[in-house]
């Protein structure tokens, strides 16, 4: 029951041609913690608040232009 319990409903999945910037909406919801870059069915890489504000914000990047 403990996996069950920690598993997500509903994950949020973006494709690697998203903006950082609608990763970053995703996130801001409280009950997502993570998004799931996916190509098609298959996961490519995974966006959490952590890496959003250190690979983005804090590299000066554009979010609105900068891919997932």
Known sequence: DRVRDAMVAD???LPG???????GELLTRPEVRAVFVVDGERL?????RK?????VV???RDPGSDEV
């Open 17 to 23: 041609s998203a903006s950082a910037r609608e990763a």
């Open 11 to 13: 994950p949020r999945a």
């Open 58 to 60: 804090a590299a000066g």
């Open 44 to 48: 490519t890489g995974v966006v959490t």
């Open 51 to 55: 890496t959003l504000v250190s690979r």
